[in-house]
């Protein structure tokens, strides 16, 4: 008998090990599933895009970027001016390192929950069945039929028809955070997130960045005040902004640059594109399973998660925020609806982080789409001079904002532009999904001095408690 040839019966079958996939599985274990988990790239591969070449390297660049500047942020108190430098080929060794022993901390909690994990590219052949091909001969090594199945095979970068990728001079996200040598004028083609914590980290690290944006303004998809302090700090790191202007080519040292009022060209050794993702669902077969729709699109999700009555999808495939926190959410939801619970995903608010200078958070409503939807919504801004810990930390640029609903006295929205935005935010989901008050918020005790006090002061300059 030739290997694969055997049909394996399996439980319940994950496909993709990134953040959605392996919290899938760890969760369904716990529900007593027995669990498979196929990732294309093996064990080393666990934690899928996030890990290996996207939130956790492009935060150690950052962080190595932000210690390299932060001597001119805190000068007026002392700190050198001179900037930390960057080792490119130690900073590839140590992320290289930081990322095997997350991926292995992965491995090793499947491991423990007793997942099984196959190494290879699984092709659904039938409602119920997958094939799974490893190797460059895409060789053929399990044949596995399922009970129940979650797919989260991710994403990957967009690439432009004007500028495809070299692993040289134009680079996806990937290329970019594999770079040992800063170079001296970089071109970002992409004002998403993406392209912006990439674009300053390298502006920190001395190159000259310019950022080239199809649409009229940086990160469309936020309201335009949380722009103002991230404009500042641009124009600060000599950072060109570029909108309204669609990048056609690159050559000699330049990139060309197509707008409204003629051509322009842009200095630019190196090229990163990041213009958004594309999903994982090439050569799935999901035809062949029954669950594309007409187009040939993976069919939408229910708000539990599933596609067919067996079969669930999560992450970067499905609509929404491709986010890793929107997947491990989603994973619990799809794990329990296989396993019999009654659930749904049905989040108040999704959080969305930049990790710029300043860190811009957001989650829930903005006072404009909350009147939008019928609702006399307030807003209160605490800007950040008003808090002794920013001033510290020589934070000049940025605010708190909440959004309220006077009527069901209930906080529905919180906007931050500040540093560790990102972590400040955890405290405003909260407050949203369990609509918590303004006073809530106001007599919760915050410790000082800390950033965090700016809820509790926003709070109390609120109508609902003032």
């Not at 190797?135 to 129940?148: E, N, S």
């Not at 500042?232 to 990139?255: Q, S």
């Not at 062949?288 to 999808?313: M, Q, T, Y």
């Not at 708190?400 to 906080?411: F, H, K, N, S, T």
Request: contains cysteine; proline residues 6%.
């Amino acid at each position: 008998m030739v290997v694969g040839e055997l049909i394996e019966e399996v439980d319940l079958l994950v496909v993709g090990g990134g953040p959605g996939g392996y919290t899938a599985a760890l969760h369904a274990a716990a529900l007593g599933r027995r669990v498979t988990l196929v990732e294309e790239g093996g064990p080393a591969a666990l934690g899928g895009a996030c890990l290996h070449v996207g939130c956790i390297p492009s935060k150690a660049l950052i962080e190595v970027a932000s210690h390299a500047w932060r001597g001119h942020e805190l000068a007026e108190l002392g700190a050198a001016k001179t900037a930390g430098g960057f080792d490119g080929d130690r900073f590839q060794v140590g992320k290289a390192a930081l990322i095997a022993r997350l991926a292995s901390g992965v491995a090793g909690q499947l491991a423990n929950a007793g997942v099984r994990v196959v190494e290879g590219r699984a092709t659904l052949t039938a409602a119920d069945r997958v094939s799974v091909h490893s190797g460059a001969d895409g060789a053929l090594v399990a044949q596995l039929r399922f009970r129940d199945a979650i797919l989260a095979t991710g994403s990957r970068p967009i690439e432009l028809p004007a500028l495809p990728y070299d692993g040289v001079t134009v680079l996806d996200s990937a290329g970019a955070l594999a770079l040992a040598d800063v170079p001296e004028a970089l071109a970002v083609v992409g004002g998403g997130y993406i392209g912006l914590e990439l674009g300053i980290a390298f502006a920190k690290l001395g190159a000259r960045v310019s950022i080239v944006e199809a649409r009229e303004r940086l990160l469309p998809e936020l309201p335009k005040a949380l722009l103002r302090p991230l404009l500042k700090r641009l124009a600060e790191l000599g950072v060109a902004i570029h909108v309204n202007a669609l990048a056609v080519g690159h050559a000699d040292g330049r990139l060309r640059c197509e707008q409204a009022d003629g051509a322009a060209l842009v200095d630019a050794d190196k090229v990163i594109v990041a213009v958004g993702r594309r999903p994982n669902v090439d050569g799935l077969g999901l035809g062949d399973a029954g669950l594309a729709d007409p187009a040939g699109a993976l069919l939408a999700p229910a708000p539990d998660r599933r596609i067919a009555e067996h079969v669930a999808a999560i992450g970067d495939i499905v609509p929404g925020p491709a986010l890793a926190h929107k997947a491990t959410a989603e994973a619990r939801v799809a794990a329990e609806a296989l396993s019999g619970r009654r659930v749904a995903f049905d989040p108040a608010a999704i959080p969305l982080v930049v990790f710029s200078d300043p860190e811009i958070a957001s989650a829930g409503q903005t006072a404009a789409q909350a009147r939008d939807a019928g609702v006399d919504a307030i807003e209160v801004v605490m800007p950040l001079a008003a808090s002794g810990r920013a001033a510290t930390m020589a934070a000049t640029h940025g605010f708190v904002q909440l959004v309220v609903d006077p009527q069901a006295d209930a906080i529905i929205g919180a906007h931050i532009v500040a540093p560790h935005a990102s972590e400040l935010i955890a405290e405003a989901v909260l407050a949203i999904e369990l609509r918590a008050s303004p006073e809530d918020l106001a007599l919760t005790i915050h410790p000082h001095p800390t950033l965090s006090e700016l809820f509790a002061e926003a709070a109390e300059r609120t109508p609902a408690t003032s």
